[in-house]
T-cell receptor, first 114, second 113 residues
Framework: GEDVEQSLFLSVREGDSSVINCTYTDSSSTYLYWYKQEPGAGLQLLTYIFSNMDMKQDQRLTVLLNKKDKHLSLRIADTQTGDSAIYFCAESISGGGGADGLTFGKGTHLIIQP | DSGVTQTPKHLITATGQRVTLRCSPRSGDLSVYWYQQSLDQGLQFLIQYYNGEERAKGNILERFSAQQFPDLHSELNLSSLELGDSALYFC????????????FGPGTRLTVL
């Protein structure tokens, strides 16, 4: 079955880059996603990447996809205290033309040190 | 603000009871998804509706059911509640039935005592 794995915690200094990694198992995934969840809040879609892409950049966010290794990463440049949150990696469950739910990782807690 | 609304924000009830959670998708979105977030299971996909019809089922218990109405809002019904059903329940919506861009609501926190 589908499985998405992430490290539980990442601690970085303010101003440094944060790199959050994720591995997934479903090679038929069409889209891979990064969501952000702040304490007591819902899930905010940060970015997503189509499976035929290697990289996507959006302001401070860079997503890298290695399909061969089924590895996805999210790089946050110039990490700020406001970036402190849980980051979830997710893949679409069925890559075909049918309906899709998402399979989520357990989330990575990003901790910012002053 | 994602444009997806969920009510109520919090719900406290007792074991054995039945509750209904409500979700209004973003304007123009035809697809609604329900997810459960708990400490032990993480975020799990429950069920999806598209334009009033059930499209996909995930790890939804038989005690749970959902529907999508003609105005596209959706309700998740949870019955015979157990302590382990305590969780955050999220609704998400997307334009099409594919999950390429799913936007999540703020969630309903259910506490079963």
């Amino acid at each position: 079955g589908e499985d998405v794995e992430q490290s539980l915690f990442l601690s970085v200094r303010e101003g440094d880059s944060s790199v959050i990694n994720c591995t997934y198992t479903d090679s038929s995934s069409t889209y891979l996603y990064w969501y952000k969840q702040e304490p007591g809040a819902g899930l905010q879609l940060l970015t997503y990447i189509f499976s035929n892409m290697d990289m996507k950049q959006d302001q401070r966010l860079t997503v890298l996809l290695n399909k061969k290794d089924k590895h996805l990463s999210l790089r946050i440049a110039d990490t700020q205290t406001g970036d402190s949150a849980i980051y979830f990696c997710a893949e679409s469950i069925s890559g075909g033309g049918g309906a899709d739910g998402l399979t989520f990782g357990k989330g990575t807690h990003l901790i910012i040190q002053p | 603000d994602s444009g997806v609304t969920q009510t109520p924000k919090h719900l406290i009830t007792a074991t054995g009871q039945r509750v209904t959670l409500r979700c209004s998708p973003r304007s123009g979105d035809l697809s609604v998804y329900w997810y459960q977030q708990s400490l032990d299971q993480g975020l799990q996909f429950l069920i999806q509706y598209y334009n009033g019809e059930e499209r996909a089922k995930g790890n939804i218990l038989e005690r749970f059911s959902a529907q999508q109405f003609p105005d596209l809002h959706s309700e998740l019904n949870l019955s015979s509640l157990e302590l382990g059903d305590s969780a955050l329940y999220f609704c998400a919506s997307s334009v099409e039935f594919r999950a390429d861009t799913q936007y999540f609501g703020p969630g309903t926190r259910l506490t079963v005592l």
